[in-house]
């Protein structure tokens, strides 16, 4: 499982165990006119604010769309190097009240890779702040969503501590 033993904030939510023993739905299944139904299981909470799952969703409304913006908001540009880029984008859906679901019966494969340059400096917290600047800016972003979206009734939650 990716970065399971190194990066427990980063994938801890997706709970991959139990994806590995294959318990992609929700417990409580419904039978309908002699048919089970049966629902994806849903992410009911994050474990950290530096969730980054891997996700599929669509960026295009459809050529039907009386809303020709795109449905997924962009990355935001202040982000840069290495660090927080995915983060800040996986918490922008959240506290849009976007769903997310662990995908039954399906994977990606992450092909590993030498450290980059940027890596090396987002690393090197003695030489730079890079690291620094972007957990400021991080926090800051939060704050900021939290703000823009306190109507969102729907947000997946924080998980208690």
């Known amino acids: 499982v990716f970065q399971a033993d ?10 991959s ?4 023993k294959k318990h992609w ?10 048919e089970k ?5 849903q992410i009911k ?19 039907k769309s009386s809303n020709p913006q795109p449905l997924t908001p962009y990355y935001d540009e202040r982000f840069y190097g290495y660090g927080k880029n995915k ?8 506290f849009r009240g976007v769903p997310f679901s662990v995908l039954p019966q399906s994977f990606v494969v992450h092909h590993p890779h030498p450290e980059s340059s940027i890596k090396q400096v987002w690393n090197n917290h003695k030489n730079n702040s890079l690291h620094r600047d972007m957990d400021l800016l991080y ?5 900021d969503l939290t703000e823009k979206y306190s109507d969102v009734d ?6 208690d501590d």
């Open 17 to 20: 165990e139990k994806w590995l």
């Open 25 to 34: 739905y929700e417990s409580s299944s419904k039978e309908k006119e002699g």
């Open 37 to 41: 139904t049966r629902t994806i299981r």
């Open 6 to 15: 190194m990066n427990w904030e980063g994938h801890h939510t997706t709970q």
């Open 154 to 159: 729907d947000a997946v939650p924080q998980c």
């Open 87 to 94: 983060i800040q984008h996986i918490s922008h859906l959240r």
């Open 45 to 63: 909470c994050f474990d950290s604010l530096r969730y980054e799952p891997y996700i599929i969703i669509p960026w295009c409304p459809s050529s």
């Open 139 to 143: 926090r800051e972003y939060i704050n």
